[in-house]
């Protein structure tokens, strides 16, 4: 089963399966926006990601949330919870040697 530990002066979420921490998420209350999740290695493919998604949509009223467009794994995730990719807004910019 997982556990959802918060804290909620930062708004900074610990994830845990029994007393293991498996990962990390933040979500902006008043924006009601998933900003930040993951998952530790060992523990991802597993199905957890797809599983805490959910419970922080329904806990908080997530209707939004940032993903880098490179992220095929996480953008995968958030589609099997109802999200869907809006329009692209992050682009990597290096500068230029001059």
């Known amino acids: 089963m997982i556990t959802i530990k918060e804290n909620e002066l930062y708004q900074e ?10 990962g990390e998420a933040e979500v902006e209350i008043k924006g009601k926006m998933l900003s ?44 099997k919870n109802g999200y869907s990719i809006i329009e692209p807004t992050m682009f990597l910019m290096k500068k230029s040697e001059k």
């Open 36 to 79: 930040r999740l993951s998952i530790f290695p060992p523990y991802q493919n597993k199905g957890y990601g797809t599983e805490i998604v959910k419970q922080l949509s329904e806990k908080y009223g997530c209707e939004v949330l940032w993903v880098n467009a490179d992220n095929k794994r996480a953008i995968h995730t958030y589609e």
């Open 13 to 22: 979420i610990e994830l845990f399966i029994g007393e293991e921490k498996i």
